[in-house]
T-cell receptor
């Protein structure tokens, strides 16, 4: 069973502060992703990575940085948090080969409130 | 660019009713189409996958099909149960396993 964990599960941050969301997977997957979920918008891709030490921009990367220090870990960084970044953030991983190569396995999400 | 449009924001049914959710997609690639389901407090999880090779996917009583001519794909179930209440996303697969999500359909099944 695929396993993706996220920490923290919820966070309250102040405007202008730095926020780091962490994701850890034990699936031995090469691909990892960060999404945000807002009511009425589904999930939108922020950053993704297909190999350690490399990240790629998704559809909405502005205001976010990503870091992939190892295959298992992928972080999302908000250097200057803003009110508009209040959302639920999901991390996911997927393999790059095999029968399930394009299936993404999601973590439980992090609820971020910026005040 | 790649995109998915999901128009039905909310659907309310009674148990044993027929479910039909429709989406349209746009892509320059041969599409791989998915339906993901999200239960409260959880991340989305794969429900069904449909490719140009198989044209149809079936899982847990749900059936997904796509129509290349109208660039649409559908999710249906003959008889819904209260436990099917969740948010259903139509999803388009792209390069690097990137997924494009529709806006979601919240299904509520009343007993």
């Amino acid at each position: 069973e695929a396993a993706v964990t996220q920490s923290p599960r919820s966070k309250v941050a102040v405007t202008g502060g730095k926020v780091t969301l962490s994701c850890h997977q034990t699936n031995n997957h090469d691909y990892m992703y960060w999404y945000r979920q807002d009511t009425g918008h589904g999930l939108r891709l922020i950053h993704y990575s297909y190999v350690a030490d490399s990240t790629e921009k998704g559809d909405i990367p502005d205001g976010y940085k990503a870091s992939r220090p190892s295959q298992e870990n992928f972080s999302l960084i908000l250097e200057l948090a803003s009110l508009s970044q209040t959302a639920v953030y999901f991390c996911a991983s997927s393999p790059d080969w095999g029968a399930n190569q394009d299936t993404q396995y999601f973590g439980p999400g992090t609820r971020l409130l910026v005040l | 660019g790649d995109s998915v449009t999901q128009m039905q924001g909310q659907v309310t049914l009674s148990e044993d009713d027929f479910l039909f959710i429709n989406c349209t997609y746009s892509t320059t690639w041969y599409p791989t189409l998915f339906w993901y389901v999200q239960y409260p407090g959880e991340g989305p999880q794969l429900l069904l996958k449909v490719t140009t090779a198989n044209n149809k996917g079936i899982s847990r009583g749900f059936e997904a099909t796509y129509d290349k001519g109208t660039t649409s794909f559908h999710l249906q179930k003959a008889s819904v149960q209260e436990s099917d209440s969740a948010v259903y996303y139509c999803v388009l697969g792209s390069n690097y396993n990137v997924l494009y999500f529709g806006s979601g359909t919240k299904l509520t099944v009343e007993p």
